[in-house]
């Protein structure tokens, strides 16, 4: 163990603490009046959604994963929010992380089958842009691109409130 350590510290002095250090996350976080990061995943189609193709409308980008228990519990509110904003300017992109989603999310969707987009970041690639290491977050990116909130947590997105406060947003 100690010739472990000896290793470690000989390879940070000797500037081998890239290597050690290069996985870290980022502590870059995106935080409300920021312009939202822009970005291009596929969805469960195969189809390419990048987000600033989406300018002019409120899209809510929202992180989450299968094995995240507060993830599964919004997602039926969710859904409900999806649809209430169904005439809206509004678009509604759920971003799984899973290193493996591309495998898990296909069965999560036979049990729970939703109709709004399921986006793939398996390679952490828009994760690590956002700055997110807490499931779910959410960011409410205005019509112009800027991030309007964000949220961290589960939420009742279709409480009045929420979709009063959206369509006020996709309104405006």
């Not at 890239?18 to 920021?34: C, E, K």
């Amino acid at each position: 163990m100690a010739k472990l350590a000896l290793i470690v510290v000989l390879l940070v002095a000797i500037g081998g603490g890239f290597y050690i250090y290069s996985n870290l996350p980022s502590t870059t976080t995106v935080v409300a009046g920021d312009l939202a990061p822009d970005f291009t995943v596929e969805d469960t189609k195969g189809n390419k959604v990048t987000l600033s193709a989406l300018r002019g409308k409120v899209v809510l980008v929202n992180f989450w994963a299968t094995w995240c228990p507060p993830c599964i519990e919004e997602m039926p509110s969710m859904e409900r929010l999806n649809k209430f904003m169904a005439k809206e300017d509004f678009v509604m992109l759920a971003i799984n992380t899973e290193k493996d989603g591309r495998t898990v999310v296909p069965n999560f969707l036979k049990k729970s089958p939703y109709t709004f987009p399921i986006l793939y970041d398996n390679q952490g690639t828009v994760q690590q842009q956002y700055g997110v290491y807490k499931f779910p977050e959410t960011f409410i990116v205005g019509k112009d691109g800027t991030v309007v909130e964000k949220i961290i947590g589960p939420l009742d997105w279709s409480s009045p409130k929420t979709v009063a406060y959206l369509k006020g947003l996709a309104k405006g």
